[in-house]
């Protein structure tokens, strides 16, 4: 079938609409014809006589606004002189696109030109870079070469060395309207090639040619700028445009929002992006990324869901980059909820997760310990032939280890090690050993601790941390002591973690065997030795108790207050000295390293143990039961209600809780302190059954004293 093609007989056709005049300069018209209608001879002969194809202005950067075109000049031949364009109501008369005529057309149009000029930009890309060369392609154009070639010639290359001479060949041969368009054109080149050096140079040329640099030289430059990831030399190049009375428009100011954020001016990135939102600039899906990076290391990570909300608003489709970029700000927020909604989002818009993509997902589960989807997840990566690093599989294996996955922790080491990617190193070794010794298990713990020596690894405070916890749980006190002068043989100094760790131990600790752990506590920690010390009636040395335990929480760590006071309370009721534990129970009060154990309202008064040891909260409820007491006596209303919030957790590495173990210590005690069925960890009694009971507690006291 053969279908009418147009060709228009006024210059002004192709000026308006070629595509190579329009912002990109890259989209080539389609040269193949089909079968098409020719204006009559007369009609073409004013078309073939002297075309020049020349446009007054014309705009070479994707990212900014087409610049005003000026009307195309007239050809003095023109059968047209006062610039009209031919009526498309003419007649036109039909050429078979097989005869030798068609073809001879064809040459003569303007789209055989423009493939010609393609062909020689193509030359031009990877012939040698020498002026001989690169001259002797051009003079292919023969003769009168018109602006508007060499503007096709230079747009189309990518050899930003031979784009240089091309320039210095059409400067010598070509009197422009705007010089600076083939500049323009020229930049754009070494922005294809990362090229900002050469960029540097052409612009320094442009002014000593006295070329005034427009909108375009600098938007070019910007955005060469921060392809090369160059974010410091954006800033320059834009806070440099006022200089040449160019005023920057909202496409170069989104992309500056970009360039701020990742040269570190958060003040200025977010202070554009603010003007923006008002503005209504265009924001490119880049700058939407930096935005959300930007409140991500300042850790407003309700900013970066805000902003990822206003770009859907905007209709801006978020990408991949995106989605792993707030992926792995949730995980650093520590939420893992909202890092498993976005994953789902990714998935229902039909992208495919990349390894960053997994690697954020993983961060994610494993800091904030979601154990099943972490696995899950390392499954899928596994399913997939995608190879883990050491870091990610140190984050499974130390997330195993905080939630006490054993069998899976065994697996995950297992396949590092026969991935053939990558080998454990010091951490993983770490990871393995503090499962194994939490778990209790003493042998698999002394081999794993033979193969880090054997891959080259001497063991770290954390290994020998997690062996003296390891020992002390199997209650074998001399091994806890060798362990503790190999880490000074190593010359490492006890910290407060490992201090800790000794203190936790002798909390498990036979009474026979607790002189061994003073000594070496003494020797890691002296204030906590004097402590200690003095919790042992068969130490008789002249120091204040609640003073040296003042003392000795001032000189540690915020992160380690609690764990401290519980163990030294363990201890004080483990040797039965009710009096010293309730004097540490008070100055953690005091230090607030407890807060809100206790709670009143009108309808309940409750007892919270959530986050104290056992010794601990035996302590707390002798105190509060006291304090019960003592509002009774004063004529006090009790409440309607009374309760004890142990919480409903158990350890990672036992069977037992706290609720527990309380509930079976208030039978003793035969408290009406009854565990709620609809509030789990809750232990409830009513006001009538309390006063009872504390009532008969009273009355036996009084017999007995």
């Not at 020998?464 to 806890?480: E, F, H, M, N, P």
């Amino acid at each position: 079938a053969k279908m009418a093609y147009r060709l228009c007989s006024s210059p002004s056709y192709f000026l308006h609409d070629r595509h190579y005049l329009c912002n990109s300069l890259s989209c080539p018209p389609n040269s193949k014809l089909r079968s098409f209608y020719f204006p009559r001879k007369s009609d073409f002969l004013s078309l073939h006589s002297k075309f020049s194809c020349q446009a007054a202005q014309v705009s070479v950067d994707d990212a900014v606004s087409q610049e005003t075109r000026n009307p195309a000049p007239k050809s003095p031949d023109s059968q047209y002189p006062d610039g009209k364009i031919s009526s498309p109501s003419r007649s036109y008369v039909w050429v078979n696109p097989n005869s030798p005529r068609a073809s001879k057309l064809r040459q003569q149009s303007y789209d055989a030109r423009y493939a010609f000029l393609m062909n020689v930009a193509e030359s031009l890309n990877s012939c040698s870079s020498t002026e001989d060369d690169v001259f002797g392609i051009l003079s292919g154009l023969g003769g009168k070469i018109s602006e508007q070639d060499a503007v096709v010639v230079l747009n189309n290359m990518a050899n930003a060395e031979n784009a240089v001479l091309a320039l210095k060949y059409f400067q010598q041969r070509i009197k422009p309207t705007r010089e600076v368009i083939m500049y323009n054109v020229t930049l754009k080149v070494f922005r294809k090639c990362k090229d900002l050096d050469r960029a540097d140079k052409l612009f320094a040329e442009m002014l000593e040619r006295g070329v005034k640099p427009d909108n375009v030289t600098f938007s070019t430059i910007i955005s060469c700028t921060r392809m090369c990831y160059l974010p410091t030399k954006a800033v320059e190049w834009f806070e440099k445009m006022p200089q040449f009375g160019c005023d920057p428009d909202d496409v170069t100011y989104s992309a500056m929002i970009d360039a701020y954020g990742r040269a570190g001016n958060v003040d200025m990135a977010l202070s554009l992006y603010d003007r923006a939102r008002t503005e209504k600039w265009r924001v490119d899906v880049v700058t939407f990324s930096t935005l959300i990076k930007i409140y991500g290391q300042t850790k407003n990570f309700d900013g970066c869901l805000n902003v990822y909300e206003e770009m859907k608003a905007l209709g801006a489709k978020p990408n991949l980059v995106i989605y792993n970029t707030l992926l792995d700000a949730m995980g650093r927020a520590k939420r893992p909820w909202k890092a498993k909604i976005l994953y789902k989002e990714l998935i229902n818009n039909g992208f495919t997760p990349s390894f960053a993509t997994y690697a954020a997902l993983i961060r994610a589960y494993g800091k904030a310990r979601f154990g099943e989807d972490a696995i899950a997840i390392y499954t899928e990566m596994k399913e997939k032939g995608m190879e883990l690093n050491v870091i990610l599989y140190n984050t499974l294996l130390a997330m195993c280890a905080d939630v006490g996955y054993v069998d899976e922790a065994v697996q995950i080491f297992e396949e590092m090690k026969s991935s053939g990617t990558c080998q454990p190193d010091s951490w993983t070794f770490s990871s393995l050993i503090t499962i194994y010794s939490c778990s209790g298990k003493v042998l698999e713990a002394e081999g794993m601790l033979d193969q880090m020596l054997e891959a080259g690894f001497e063991p770290n405070i954390f290994v020998l941390t997690s062996l003296i916890q390891c020992y002390g749980k199997a209650q074998r006190t001399d091994d806890v002591v060798s362990t503790f002068n190999r880490l000074l043989e190593l010359a490492i100094t006890p910290d407060d973690r490992f201090c800790g760790c000794l203190l936790n131990v002798m909390t498990q600790t036979p009474s026979e065997d607790l002189d061994k752990l003073v000594y070496c506590i003494e020797k890691a920690n002296p204030k906590l030795g004097n402590v200690v010390k003095l919790l042992n009636k068969e130490h008789d040395i002249e120091l204040n108790f609640k003073e040296e335990a003042l003392e000795l929480f001032e000189s540690i760590n915020a992160d380690v207050k609690k764990a401290y006071c519980n163990c030294l309370i363990d201890l004080c009721v483990n040797a039965n000295i009710l009096e010293k534990a309730c004097e540490l129970l008070d100055l953690g009060l005091t230090l607030e390293i407890y807060k809100d154990i206790q709670s009143r309202s009108a309808t309940q008064w409750s007892l919270h143990l959530k986050s104290l040891s056992l010794g601990a909260a035996l302590t707390a409820l002798h105190v509060w039961i006291n304090d019960l007491s003592k509002a009774l006596q004063s004529g006090e209303e009790l409440p309607p209600l009374l309760g004890i919030n142990t919480g409903h957790g158990k350890h990672k590495y036992s069977d037992k809780g706290l609720a527990s173990v309380f509930e079976s210590h208030l039978k003793e005690l035969n408290a009406p302190f009854h565990e709620a069925p609809d509030k789990v960890g809750w232990f409830l009694t009513t006001k009538i059954a309390a006063q009872s009971w504390l009532e008969s507690r009273t009355s036996l006291e009084l017999e007995a004293s």
